[in-house]
């Protein structure tokens, strides 16, 4: 099956500094990879979409040069959270469609604290 | 905006007992796609449904799209322990992405 993975799986750092977050579509190519937070008990908020090449198109609320995303290639997708803060704190999970797919392939998510 | 319920959050049943929750769109919808999410771990698609009325099974889950195909359902058969997680519905919305409900929460008593 579609393998996606995401690195790391945890991270802790302070407050002002950048973060960066991974993630690969291990055997197969995502054409599209979605960013979602999830906070405690709570569903997975989209944050963005980004397509293979092209800029990513943020949801509204998501600041765009806070949260970076980059899809340089068809397997691999990153979100940097630049000067974090401990509000950022949170599962940070990433997902893959492939060309002509309607699924979306989790990765196992990026629990991020920021002290 | 798009929209997409579920009613409640968290439900508890006793093992071996059936299961089933329920999913609402505001919008009428060209599919309809259900996640597990088990604790500590990730969202996994199950399945996609996508024409009115439609009935699909996976061992002891059914699954089923309205004919109105605003709203979809989950009938778990005799929970087991393995039910466990939480069980998201999503609706496709602009641009390809994925709107998804809150979720339910299923935990199963043994």
């Known amino acids: 099956g579609a393998v996606v993975s995401q690195h790391p799986s945890r991270v802790i750092c302070k407050s002002g500094t950048s973060v960066k977050i991974e993630c690969r579509s291990l055997?197969?190519?995502?054409?599209?990879m979605f960013w979602y937070r999830q906070f405690p008990k709570k569903s997975l908020m989209l944050m963005a979409t980004s397509n293979e090449g092209s800029k990513a198109t943020y949801e509204q609320g998501v600041e765009k040069d806070k949260f970076l995303i980059n899809h340089a290639s068809l397997t691999l997708s990153t979100l940097t959270v630049t000067s974090a803060h401990p509000e950022d704190s949170s599962f940070y999970i990433c997902?893959?469609?492939?060309?002509?797919?309607?699924?979306?392939?989790f990765g196992p998510g990026t629990r991020l604290t920021v002290t | 905006g798009q929209q997409v319920m579920q009613i409640p959050q968290y439900q508890h049943v006793q093992e071996g007992e059936d299961f089933t929750t329920y999913c609402n769109s505001s919008t009428t919808l060209s599919n309809i796609q259900w996640y597990k999410q088990r604790p500590g771990g990730h969202p996994v698609f199950l399945i996609q449904l996508v024409k009115s009325g439609e009935v699909k099974k996976q061992k002891r889950l059914t699954f089923q799209f309205g004919e109105a195909k605003k709203n979809s359902s989950l009938h778990i058969t005799a929970t087991q322990t393995t039910d466990v997680g939480t069980y998201f519905c999503a609706g496709p919305g602009a641009n390809s992405k994925l709107t998804f409900g809150k979720g339910i929460t299923l935990s199963v008593r043994p």
């Open positions: 997902s893959a469609r492939a060309r002509g797919g309607y699924e979306q392939y």
């Open positions: 055997d197969f190519q995502a054409t599209t």
